[in-house]
Each structure stands twice: as C-alpha cells, then as structure tokens.
C-alpha cells in the first residue's frame, strides 16, 4: 500500500524505492545504543573490537547518518532531532521508519495548510487549540506541532487519544509516543540526545562518503573492462566452436554412435585379459562362493517375500506349490518366530557360556596373581636366609682371615730378614780394647746404623742398667754387647 511519503515523493519527481531503501538502512542502523546491549549482549561487544565489524558498523553508521540528513532536509527539521524521534518512537513500540513516514506526512499537510488554509486534519488541530503556522504565517517545525499535540491529548483517556492521533495519520510508536504528556516526551527525548545523535555536519560527511563508496563501486566495475576486451573475442570464438560441434553431434548421431562403439571396443580388448584374470581370481576364492550363496537365498526369500504380499514374483508357480500368498506369509511369521526364539535361546546359552568363560579366566588368573605372589614371597624367604645364615657369615669370616693374612709378612720378606740377621752374626767386629790397641795409635771408625732402640729397665744401680742395655741392643740391633769386651 502506498504511503503518504511515497505520494510525495513521486510529485516530487523521485524514486520512492531508493528513499525506502535508505529508510530501511536508517531504521536498522540508528537503534538506540541501550537497545543494542539489550538484543545483542556481550556477543555485540565482543565482535565490535574486530576490525571487520569496525568497518561495517562505520559503514552502517554513514548509511544511517545519510538518511536521517536526507529527511531532515526535506521536511526542515534538525537532524539530532529527527534522530531522537526515530529512537524514542522505537522504544514506545514503533520504528525509526513509522516516524519518519510520520512526520514528513504531517509535514506535508503543515504545507498544504499554510498555503492553502484547507486540509481534512485542520478541524482537528483547531479542535484541540494547536496552531500549525506561526504569527507570520509559515509553517511551524513538525517537532514543535508533536510537543503541542502531546500537551494536548494529556488528559484525554487513551482510547480518545488514539482515534484522535490515528486521525492525523501518525504510526503506532508516534502515537504512543505522544500519549506520554509532554513533559515526559521531553525527558524521553533528551535522554535520546544524550545517547549520542547525528549532527548537521554527519550528515553531510556521511552523504558524501556514501556517494564516494557508490562512485568507487560503480568505476571498480569498469577495472575488469580490459581484460573482458581481451578475453571475450577469444571465448567468443570458444563458444561458437563448441557450438558448431555440438550441431554436428546432433546432425549425425549414427556416427557419434558408432565412434562411442568403436571406443568400448578398443578399450574392452585391452582390459579384457585383466578382467578376465581378475574374474577367474574372485571365482577361485572360496568366500566368493559363500558371499553369493547369501546374496542368492536373500533373492530367492526377498521373491517369495513379494510373492507372499500379492506382489508380481519371478518363482510364482513354484511359490504355488506351498500354497496361497496369506498361508506362505503366515509360514514365514511361524518360521520368524521359530528363528527369532531359536536366536533369543542360543544368545541366552552364548550368554551363559561367554559368563563361565569369563569367570573361568578371572579364576585362572586370580589363582596365577596369587601363585606369583606366593612365590615371590618364598623365593625372598630363601634368599633372606640364605643371605643370613650362609653368605653373611662368610664374608665376616673371609674379612677377619683377610686381616690375619694381611699382618703375616710373605715367604720373600721372611727370607730377606733371615739372611740379613744371619750376615750380621757372622760379621765380627773388633773390640774397643783391640781397636784402641792395634793400628800403631791410628784409629778405625766405622759407623753403625742400628736405628732407634727403645730400652726398658727396672734397675737402680749402674751395673744393672749397663746390663739391660747390651740386651736390648743385642736383641734390638743384631750386635752383641758384654760388659767385658764391648761392642762386637
């Protein structure tokens, strides 16, 4: 149905499809942001930080900020009031486009009014004391006349209010808008402002954007202009080929035909031997044979099947033979019941011997964990008491021989400490009283290293004490000591 907006823009001369379009863009694109968070959420939130819905959110708001400077300059109204409106009227119910249509109808006949002093809705306006023209005689800003009607029908009750306001040719979500009072449609619409709004200067630059996008759009096509010069003789060409080829194919068929015959020909001959090798291969397989039994009595059951329906069967008179098409259904029903509770017996005995099997290995293996563990346990006692009892007192026992062996000096020290005790004994040496004697006053000194002699002596007297001396030194150094001769 057309509307009052698109009466007037087809007097103007315009296009009423691309307004309603850029409608349409302007009532999805300039929703307040308190209803955005309601219907989107934090999944909205989350998808404006990525760039690409940056982009689209840029290009939504350009769009909507076009609109909205479109109408705003066709009716003469600001473009943050014309943006508020649309808002409020959403969240009394209607949409940013029922407004819009609103208005500029309202606005249309404000016009009409002021030019020609008739119009249908004038009795109403006079009726409830709002003045469409000022003192000058032009027409007063439609936001104005809105303010006024919403004074108006304040304390009327909604029902009158509403024919009242239907009258005038206002949407549902103006209308409810305006039942509010006034002073609550101005707090309503102020809010909407401080929401954020299009300025005069959005407009503008949103227009000229979205002009820009459409002229980049339009020239963009064009890139692709050299390469359609260049390719499309030769695709030309292409097609008419194929097409030329096709008409020949359906001109002559016979020999298209025979070509096709030739071809499996050909190709039959070369893949035959294969074929045939690898038919004779699956023949001589004996699970062949028995995948093609099945297949046979699944063929043969599914016909007598069909014959038992009263369906067309390729054994029919062999079926007959077992009688009519109920009493073969009615024996196989007999038979499917054997077979359904011959199956449901073997899987309760395949039960019962898949249960004993399995507890007969749970009890073989329980008795092997155990066997193991027995085992384990003997063979630690074992070796425990042999360690105790056998191992460890032998390797004390080696140990306390090892040490007494260590302290026994060997066969060669033994022999080496005889012989020189032996050479020393049979060394003589000269007496002091021969040595102070002889050599005609010349004296012999010959050094002894004896090493250090420790000598132990319970003696008091001189006599004693030289006496346990010569035996010490005796026993200590080899030499032989008297008290009468000396050293010798």
Same mark, same amino acid.
């Given at each position: 149905?057309?509307?009052?907006?698109?009466?007037?823009?087809?007097?103007?001369?315009? *296009?009423?499809?691309?307004?309603?379009?850029?409608?349409?863009?302007?009532?999805?694109?300039?929703?307040?942001?308190?209803?955005?968070?309601?219907?989107?959420?934090?999944?909205?939130?989350?998808?404006?930080?990525?760039?690409?819905?940056?982009?689209?959110?840029?290009?939504?708001?350009?769009?909507?900020?076009?609109?909205?400077?479109?109408?705003? *300059?066709?009716?003469?109204?600001?473009?943050?009031?014309?943006?508020?409106?649309?808002?409020?009227?959403?969240?009394?119910?209607?949409?940013?486009?029922?407004?819009?249509?609103?208005?500029?109808?309202?606005?249309?006949?404000?016009?009409?009014?002021?030019?020609?002093?008739?119009?249908?809705?004038?009795?109403?306006?006079?009726?409830?004391?709002?003045?469409?023209?000022?003192?000058?005689?032009?027409?007063?800003?439609?936001?104005?006349?809105?303010?006024?009607?919403? %004074?108006?029908?304040?304390?009327?009750?909604?029902?009158?209010?509403?024919?009242?306001?239907?009258?005038?040719?206002?949407?549902?979500?103006?209308?409810?808008?305006?039942?509010?009072?006034?002073?609550?449609?101005?707090?309503?619409?102020?809010?909407?402002?401080?929401?954020?709004?299009?300025?005069?200067?959005?407009?503008?630059?949103?227009?000229?954007?979205?002009?820009?996008?459409?002229?980049?759009?339009?020239?963009?096509?064009?890139?692709?202009?050299?390469?359609?010069?260049?390719?499309?003789?030769?695709?030309?060409?292409?097609?008419?080929?194929?097409? *030329?080829?096709?008409?020949?194919?359906?001109?002559?068929?016979?020999?298209?035909? $025979?070509?096709?015959?030739?071809?499996?020909?050909?190709?039959?001959?070369?893949?035959?031997?294969?074929?045939?090798?690898?038919?004779?291969?699956?023949?001589?397989?004996?699970?062949?044979?028995?995948?093609?039994?099945?297949?046979?009595?699944?063929?043969?059951?599914?016909?007598?099947?069909?014959?038992?329906?009263?369906?067309?069967?390729?054994?029919?008179?062999?079926?007959?033979?077992?009688?009519?098409?109920?009493?073969?259904?009615?024996?196989?029903?007999?038979?499917?019941?054997?077979?359904?509770?011959?199956?449901?017996?073997?899987?309760?005995?395949?039960?019962?011997?898949?249960?004993?099997?399995?507890?007969?290995?749970?009890?073989?293996?329980?008795? $092997?964990?155990?066997?193991?563990?027995?085992?384990?346990?003997?063979?630690?006692?074992?070796?425990?008491?042999?360690?105790?009892?056998?191992?460890?007192?032998?390797?004390?026992?080696?140990?306390?021989?090892?040490?007494?062996?260590?302290?026994?000096?060997?066969?060669?020290?033994?022999?080496?400490?005889?012989?020189?005790?032996?050479?020393?004994?049979?060394?003589?040496?000269?007496?002091?009283?021969?040595?102070?004697?002889? %050599?005609?006053?010349?004296?012999?000194?010959?050094?002894?290293?004896?090493?250090?002699?420790?000598?132990?002596?319970?003696?008091?007297?001189?006599?004693?004490?030289?006496?346990?001396?010569?035996?010490?030194?005796?026993?200590?150094?080899?030499?032989?000591?008297?008290?009468?001769?000396?050293?010798?």
């Amino acid at each position: 149905m057309a509307t009052v907006i698109d009466s007037f823009m087809i007097t103007l001369g315009l *296009d009423p499809a691309e307004f309603n379009k850029g409608i349409d863009e302007a009532d999805k694109k300039t929703e307040s942001f308190a209803s955005k968070l309601t219907k989107k959420g934090t999944a909205a939130a989350a998808a404006f930080l990525s760039f690409g819905t940056i982009i689209a959110q840029v290009k939504s708001l350009a769009a909507g900020a076009d609109a909205v400077g479109k109408v705003a *300059d066709r009716i003469g109204a600001s473009a943050p009031d014309l943006y508020a409106w649309g808002n409020a009227a959403e969240l009394s119910g209607g949409s940013v486009r029922g407004l819009f249509n609103s208005v500029e109808g309202l606005n249309k006949q404000l016009a009409r009014i002021a030019v020609t002093g008739k119009s249908r809705i004038l009795p109403f306006f006079e009726q409830l004391g709002v003045a469409v023209v000022d003192d000058s005689g032009k027409v007063r800003n439609v936001f104005d006349v809105l303010r006024d009607l919403a %004074g108006a029908v304040e304390g009327m009750s909604k029902l009158e209010s509403q024919g009242i306001l239907s009258s005038l040719q206002l949407d549902e979500g103006t209308i409810g808008l305006l039942q509010g009072g006034r002073q609550a449609l101005d707090d309503l619409i102020k809010r909407q402002k401080d929401l954020g709004y299009f300025t005069k200067e959005d407009t503008v630059i949103a227009a000229k954007f979205n002009d820009s996008i459409t002229e980049l759009s339009r020239s963009f096509r064009f890139v692709f202009l050299p390469i359609l010069r260049f390719a499309a003789p030769t695709l030309t060409q292409f097609a008419l080929a194929l097409t *030329d080829v096709f008409a020949y194919m359906q001109k002559h068929g016979d020999i298209l035909t $025979m070509a096709l015959y030739a071809i499996v020909a050909v190709v039959t001959g070369l893949l035959l031997p294969a074929l045939w090798s690898l038919f004779t291969a699956i023949l001589a397989n004996p699970i062949t044979w028995v995948i093609m039994l099945i297949a046979a009595f699944l063929l043969v059951l599914e016909d007598l099947w069909v014959y038992a329906n009263g369906g067309k069967s390729a054994f029919e008179d062999l079926w007959k033979m077992l009688g009519t098409g109920d009493e073969v259904l009615a024996a196989l029903q007999t038979a499917w019941d054997y077979l359904k509770q011959a199956a449901q017996i073997a899987w309760e005995i395949l039960k019962q011997i898949l249960l004993f099997a399995l507890m007969g290995f749970y009890k073989i293996v329980t008795a $092997m964990a155990l066997l193991v563990t027995a085992g384990g346990a003997a063979f630690k006692a074992i070796a425990g008491f042999i360690n105790d009892y056998l191992i460890s007192p032998l390797k004390s026992a080696w140990e306390w021989i090892g040490k007494i062996l260590d302290k026994i000096p060997s066969l060669s020290s033994i022999k080496a400490t005889i012989s020189e005790r032996w050479e020393q004994a049979n060394t003589p040496i000269p007496s002091l009283q021969a040595i102070a004697a002889g %050599g005609g006053g010349s004296n012999t000194n010959q050094e002894i290293n004896v090493g250090k002699i420790d000598i132990h002596t319970a003696a008091t007297d001189a006599s004693g004490i030289a006496a346990d001396m010569g035996g010490a030194i005796s026993e200590k150094s080899g030499l032989f000591f008297t008290n009468a001769s000396g050293i010798k």
